[in-house]
């Protein structure tokens, strides 16, 4: 269910005369009405409205139905999914000390709280897009690296993931 019904406004809107103020009188109409809306469900305006459209940027459109399919949805979870391990592995290896790290996870909180402040949808995602596929390759070499050594081992794979100090740049 939509929250924003059209019919809400159509009376008032028509009914506002073209003049050079017609925009702001429009402006002031879906004020007035977003006003009355947070006046009398609070809690849905400031929790639950948040999540949805966190939700939204983060994965995908839960109102189109078509997104809701398998199909649209396959090449998002592994994604998703592999940065998450990624970014595990790189906090436990202290990368997040790092400024690069720490400046990747300030763009990822930043876009998300922009974007569920004003318009959002999972296609505003692709200023992230590129951080989370880095993430799900090291989350997935490290999967890969896990499945062939015993526990407790690291092999070479494994330390390539590790940043490259200074000393080592030629």
Known sequence: ????????????IYGIPLSSHYESD?????????????ARHPV???????????LLFWFFDIYDEKTHSILYQLPLWPIIL?????????????????????????????????????????????????FLIAYSAAGIL?????????????SDSEKSIEPISKSRII
Request: glycine share 4%; hydrophobic share 45%; with cysteine.
């Open 142 to 154: 490290w999967v890969g690296c896990r499945r062939q050594l015993p526990i407790g081992h690291r």
């Open 82 to 130: 592999f940065s998450c391990v990624g970014m595990v592995v790189a906090y436990r290896r202290s990368l997040f000390r790092t400024p690069d790290h720490r400046s990747i996870l300030i763009l990822f909180a930043a876009q998300t709280i922009v974007m569920a402040s004003y318009a959002v949808h999972a296609r505003y995602r692709m200023n992230v897009d590129p």
């Open 1 to 12: 269910k939509h929250y924003v019904i059209e019919d809400q406004f159509e009376a008032a």
């Open 44 to 54: 849905r305006s400031f929790i639950e409205l948040p999540i949805r459209k966190i």
């Open 26 to 38: 429009v402006d002031d109409v879906y004020r007035a009405s977003a006003q009355q809306f947070i």
